[in-house]
Protein backbone atom coordinates (compact mmCIF):
# COMPACT_ATOMS: atom_id res chain seq x y z
CA UNK A 1 0.00 0.00 0.00
CA UNK A 2 0.69 3.52 0.05
CA UNK A 3 3.16 5.01 2.76
CA UNK A 4 1.81 5.84 5.91
CA UNK A 5 0.65 8.02 8.02
CA UNK A 6 -3.39 8.20 6.71
CA UNK A 7 -6.32 8.52 8.54
CA UNK A 8 -7.85 5.39 9.78
CA UNK A 9 -11.65 5.23 11.13
CA UNK A 10 -12.47 2.78 13.88
CA UNK A 11 -15.71 1.46 15.65
CA UNK A 12 -15.03 -0.15 18.92
CA UNK A 13 -17.87 -2.55 20.67
CA UNK A 14 -17.30 -4.43 23.96
CA UNK A 15 -19.31 -7.48 24.91
CA UNK A 16 -22.99 -7.37 26.20
CA UNK A 17 -23.73 -8.39 29.52
CA UNK A 18 -25.79 -11.47 30.85
CA UNK A 19 -29.04 -11.30 31.50
CA UNK A 20 -30.60 -11.73 35.32
CA UNK A 21 -32.16 -14.95 36.53
CA UNK A 22 -34.93 -16.17 38.52
CA UNK A 23 -38.56 -14.18 38.56
CA UNK A 24 -39.01 -11.54 36.27
CA UNK A 25 -35.27 -10.41 35.72
CA UNK A 26 -33.48 -7.80 34.16
CA UNK A 27 -31.89 -7.34 30.95
CA UNK A 28 -28.57 -6.87 30.70
CA UNK A 29 -26.74 -3.75 29.16
CA UNK A 30 -25.27 -3.82 25.40
CA UNK A 31 -21.45 -3.29 25.42
CA UNK A 32 -19.61 -0.01 25.65
CA UNK A 33 -19.71 1.41 21.92
CA UNK A 34 -17.23 4.27 20.91
CA UNK A 35 -15.87 5.57 17.55
CA UNK A 36 -12.57 7.41 16.36
CA UNK A 37 -10.57 8.58 13.55
CA UNK A 38 -6.42 8.67 14.34
CA UNK A 39 -3.98 8.80 12.37
CA UNK A 40 -1.84 5.34 11.41
CA UNK A 41 1.86 5.11 10.82
CA UNK A 42 3.94 2.65 8.63
CA UNK A 43 5.56 -0.43 10.09
CA UNK A 44 3.83 0.41 13.77
CA UNK A 45 1.46 -2.52 14.92
CA UNK A 46 -1.88 -1.83 15.97
CA UNK A 47 -3.32 -4.50 18.78
CA UNK A 48 -6.87 -4.99 18.50
CA UNK A 49 -9.25 -6.85 21.39
CA UNK A 50 -12.55 -7.85 21.05
CA UNK A 51 -14.58 -8.73 23.95
CA UNK A 52 -16.47 -11.71 25.01
CA UNK A 53 -20.38 -11.37 25.96
CA UNK A 54 -21.18 -11.96 30.20
CA UNK A 55 -22.36 -15.41 30.64
CA UNK A 56 -26.06 -15.38 32.09
CA UNK A 57 -27.08 -15.47 35.90
CA UNK A 58 -28.99 -17.76 37.77
CA UNK A 59 -31.72 -16.49 40.63
CA UNK A 60 -29.39 -16.47 43.06
CA UNK A 61 -26.57 -14.67 40.84
CA UNK A 62 -26.86 -11.23 38.43
CA UNK A 63 -25.62 -11.88 35.00
CA UNK A 64 -21.78 -11.73 34.37
CA UNK A 65 -20.59 -8.27 32.78
CA UNK A 66 -19.19 -8.61 29.56
CA UNK A 67 -15.90 -8.03 28.25
CA UNK A 68 -13.74 -4.98 27.63
CA UNK A 69 -12.80 -4.28 23.57
CA UNK A 70 -10.08 -2.13 22.57
CA UNK A 71 -7.52 -0.85 20.11
CA UNK A 72 -4.25 0.92 21.03
CA UNK A 73 -0.52 1.15 19.44
CA UNK A 74 2.47 3.69 19.70
CA UNK A 75 1.39 6.54 18.63
CA UNK A 76 -2.64 5.94 18.87
CA UNK A 77 -4.77 6.74 21.59
CA UNK A 78 -6.14 3.91 23.02
CA UNK A 79 -9.48 3.36 22.69
CA UNK A 80 -11.45 1.34 24.92
CA UNK A 81 -15.03 0.01 25.66
CA UNK A 82 -16.39 -1.17 28.56
CA UNK A 83 -18.42 -4.53 28.94
CA UNK A 84 -21.73 -4.30 29.78
CA UNK A 85 -23.56 -4.55 33.22
CA UNK A 86 -25.06 -7.78 34.03
CA UNK A 87 -28.65 -8.26 34.61
CA UNK A 88 -30.35 -8.10 38.37
CA UNK A 89 -31.42 -11.59 39.60
CA UNK A 90 -34.16 -12.56 41.75
CA UNK A 91 -31.99 -12.33 44.54
CA UNK A 92 -29.90 -9.55 44.19
CA UNK A 93 -32.01 -7.49 42.40
CA UNK A 94 -30.21 -4.96 41.16
CA UNK A 95 -28.61 -4.54 37.60
CA UNK A 96 -24.63 -4.06 37.63
CA UNK A 97 -22.69 -1.04 36.03
CA UNK A 98 -20.96 -1.18 32.95
CA UNK A 99 -20.57 0.03 28.99
CA UNK A 100 -24.66 0.46 29.61
CA UNK A 101 -25.86 -0.37 32.88
CA UNK A 102 -28.26 -3.93 33.54
CA UNK A 103 -31.52 -3.66 34.41
CA UNK A 104 -32.98 -4.66 37.25
CA UNK A 105 -35.22 -7.34 38.44
CA UNK A 106 -38.77 -7.31 39.79
CA UNK A 107 -39.81 -4.64 42.56
CA UNK A 108 -37.61 -1.99 44.42
CA UNK A 109 -34.58 -2.84 41.97
CA UNK A 110 -32.26 -0.15 40.66
CA UNK A 111 -30.51 -0.02 37.06
CA UNK A 112 -26.90 -0.54 36.85
CA UNK A 113 -25.37 2.97 35.56
CA UNK A 114 -24.06 2.79 32.06
CA UNK A 115 -20.63 5.13 31.11
CA UNK A 116 -18.97 3.13 33.30
CA UNK A 117 -15.88 3.91 33.11
CA UNK A 118 -16.49 7.37 32.59
CA UNK A 119 -16.04 8.38 28.50
CA UNK A 120 -16.37 11.41 26.35
CA UNK A 121 -18.54 11.25 24.40
CA UNK A 122 -20.60 8.51 26.73
CA UNK A 123 -20.05 5.10 25.79
CA UNK A 124 -23.55 4.06 26.95
CA UNK A 125 -26.69 4.59 28.99
CA UNK A 126 -28.12 3.25 32.46
CA UNK A 127 -30.41 0.60 32.85
CA UNK A 128 -33.53 0.48 33.84
CA UNK A 129 -35.04 0.47 37.32
CA UNK A 130 -38.07 -1.21 38.71
CA UNK A 131 -40.25 0.55 41.33
CA UNK A 132 -42.46 -1.62 43.46
CA UNK A 133 -45.08 -3.82 42.35
CA UNK A 134 -43.24 -4.01 38.39
CA UNK A 135 -41.19 -6.45 36.47
CA UNK A 136 -37.77 -7.25 34.69
CA UNK A 137 -36.65 -4.07 33.23
CA UNK A 138 -34.33 -3.19 30.18
CA UNK A 139 -30.92 -3.43 30.21
CA UNK A 140 -29.24 -0.19 28.37
CA UNK A 141 -27.96 0.62 25.27
CA UNK A 142 -25.61 2.39 23.34
CA UNK A 143 -28.90 4.61 21.85
CA UNK A 144 -31.14 4.95 24.85
CA UNK A 145 -31.58 4.21 28.83
CA UNK A 146 -33.21 1.01 29.69
CA UNK A 147 -37.00 1.33 30.02
CA UNK A 148 -38.33 1.09 33.80
CA UNK A 149 -40.05 -2.08 35.07
CA UNK A 150 -43.31 -2.03 34.30
CA UNK A 151 -46.89 -3.42 36.55
CA UNK A 152 -48.91 -6.49 35.05
CA UNK A 153 -48.04 -6.48 31.74
CA UNK A 154 -44.99 -8.00 30.09
CA UNK A 155 -41.41 -7.26 30.50
CA UNK A 156 -39.77 -4.09 29.24
CA UNK A 157 -38.10 -4.06 25.76
CA UNK A 158 -34.18 -3.57 25.72
CA UNK A 159 -33.01 -0.20 25.22
CA UNK A 160 -32.10 0.47 21.20
CA UNK A 161 -28.62 0.32 20.12
CA UNK A 162 -26.37 2.94 17.69
CA UNK A 163 -26.75 2.56 13.71
CA UNK A 164 -23.59 2.89 11.67
CA UNK A 165 -22.31 2.65 8.47
CA UNK A 166 -18.98 2.20 8.36
CA UNK A 167 -19.24 -0.80 6.42
CA UNK A 168 -20.66 0.72 3.81
CA UNK A 169 -24.74 -0.33 5.09
CA UNK A 170 -26.43 0.91 8.30
CA UNK A 171 -26.04 -1.39 10.73
CA UNK A 172 -27.18 -1.27 14.48
CA UNK A 173 -25.24 -2.37 17.70
CA UNK A 174 -24.96 -2.46 21.07
CA UNK A 175 -28.82 -3.09 21.89
CA UNK A 176 -29.90 -3.69 25.53
CA UNK A 177 -31.23 -7.07 26.44
CA UNK A 178 -35.46 -7.19 27.46
CA UNK A 179 -36.19 -7.95 31.02
CA UNK A 180 -38.12 -11.09 31.95
CA UNK A 181 -41.97 -11.11 31.01
CA UNK A 182 -44.69 -11.74 34.12
CA UNK A 183 -47.18 -13.38 31.11
CA UNK A 184 -47.11 -16.46 28.96
CA UNK A 185 -45.02 -14.50 26.43
CA UNK A 186 -41.74 -13.57 25.89
CA UNK A 187 -40.21 -9.94 25.80
CA UNK A 188 -39.49 -8.93 21.85
CA UNK A 189 -35.42 -7.94 21.48
CA UNK A 190 -33.98 -4.80 21.91
CA UNK A 191 -33.11 -3.20 18.77
CA UNK A 192 -29.33 -3.96 18.18
CA UNK A 193 -28.61 -7.65 18.98
CA UNK A 194 -30.11 -7.70 22.62
CA UNK A 195 -31.72 -10.82 23.71
CA UNK A 196 -35.25 -11.38 24.45
CA UNK A 197 -36.57 -11.59 28.32
CA UNK A 198 -38.17 -15.26 29.57
CA UNK A 199 -41.74 -15.87 29.45
CA UNK A 200 -43.21 -16.76 32.78
CA UNK A 201 -44.38 -20.12 31.63
CA UNK A 202 -42.12 -21.33 29.17
CA UNK A 203 -39.33 -20.78 27.53
CA UNK A 204 -38.30 -19.51 30.72
CA UNK A 205 -34.79 -18.28 30.34
CA UNK A 206 -33.85 -15.08 28.49
CA UNK A 207 -32.60 -15.29 25.08
CA UNK A 208 -28.81 -14.80 24.23
CA UNK A 209 -27.46 -10.91 23.24
CA UNK A 210 -26.20 -11.05 19.31
CA UNK A 211 -22.88 -12.43 18.94
CA UNK A 212 -20.64 -9.19 17.26
CA UNK A 213 -23.39 -6.93 17.99
CA UNK A 214 -22.23 -6.42 21.55
CA UNK A 215 -25.78 -7.16 22.59
CA UNK A 216 -27.15 -7.42 25.98
CA UNK A 217 -28.45 -10.82 26.91
CA UNK A 218 -32.13 -10.90 28.12
CA UNK A 219 -33.63 -11.36 31.87
CA UNK A 220 -35.24 -14.96 32.78
CA UNK A 221 -38.45 -15.32 34.24
CA UNK A 222 -40.14 -17.85 37.00
CA UNK A 223 -37.86 -19.13 39.17
CA UNK A 224 -35.68 -21.86 37.02
CA UNK A 225 -35.28 -19.18 33.86
CA UNK A 226 -31.93 -18.14 33.89
CA UNK A 227 -30.45 -15.15 32.00
CA UNK A 228 -29.04 -15.26 27.99
CA UNK A 229 -25.51 -14.54 27.57
CA UNK A 230 -24.43 -11.59 26.39
CA UNK A 231 -23.65 -11.22 22.47
CA UNK A 232 -19.63 -10.95 21.88
CA UNK A 233 -18.03 -7.55 20.82
CA UNK A 234 -16.57 -6.35 17.57
CA UNK A 235 -13.94 -4.01 16.19
CA UNK A 236 -13.69 -2.43 12.90
CA UNK A 237 -11.46 -0.26 10.92
CA UNK A 238 -11.99 1.94 8.04
CA UNK A 239 -9.26 3.10 6.03
CA UNK A 240 -8.59 4.07 1.97
CA UNK A 241 -8.02 1.21 -0.31
CA UNK A 242 -4.62 2.68 -1.33
CA UNK A 243 -3.43 2.82 2.02
CA UNK A 244 -4.43 -0.90 3.40
CA UNK A 245 -0.63 -2.33 4.01
CA UNK A 246 -2.06 -6.20 4.16
CA UNK A 247 -0.92 -6.95 7.28
CA UNK A 248 -3.01 -8.88 9.84
CA UNK A 249 -3.39 -11.30 12.31
CA UNK A 250 -6.67 -12.70 13.45
CA UNK A 251 -8.29 -13.41 10.45
CA UNK A 252 -10.52 -10.14 10.25
CA UNK A 253 -12.70 -9.94 7.27
CA UNK A 254 -11.00 -7.75 4.73
CA UNK A 255 -13.47 -5.56 2.17
CA UNK A 256 -12.60 -3.15 -0.44
CA UNK A 257 -14.18 -1.11 -1.95
CA UNK A 258 -16.29 0.52 0.03
CA UNK A 259 -16.80 4.28 -0.79
CA UNK A 260 -13.16 3.79 -1.64
CA UNK A 261 -12.14 2.39 1.59
CA UNK A 262 -10.99 -1.18 2.85
CA UNK A 263 -12.74 -2.18 6.32
CA UNK A 264 -11.58 -4.95 8.81
CA UNK A 265 -14.04 -6.38 10.17
CA UNK A 266 -12.44 -8.15 13.94
CA UNK A 267 -15.26 -10.91 15.21
CA UNK A 268 -11.96 -12.21 17.44
CA UNK A 269 -8.90 -10.41 18.61
CA UNK A 270 -5.97 -10.28 16.24
CA UNK A 271 -3.90 -6.73 15.00
CA UNK A 272 -3.37 -4.78 12.24
CA UNK A 273 0.20 -3.01 11.19
CA UNK A 274 0.24 0.30 9.54
Same mark, same amino acid.
Given at each position: ???????T??????????G????Y????????????????N????Y??????? !????????????????S?????????????????G???????????? !?????? #?N?SG?A?????????Q???????PS $?TY?? $? !??????????????I??????T?????I??S??????????????????P?G???G???????G????????????G?????S???????????????L??? #? $??Y???????????T??????????T !????Y??
Open positions: GAPAPYSEFLIVAGGGGGGGFAGGAGSGGYRTSTQTISGTVTITVGDG !GGGGSASTNGTNGSNSISGSGLTTITSAGGGGGSRDINNGSAGGS !GGGSAK #DGGGNTPSTSPSGNAGGST $AGA $A !GGGAGAVGGNGQANSGTVGAGTANSTGSVNYAGGGSGGNSTGSITAVGGGTGGSNTPNNGGDGTVNLGGGGGGNGSGTGGAGGKGVVISMP #D $ASSGTTTGSPTVAGVSGKTVLTF !GSGSTG
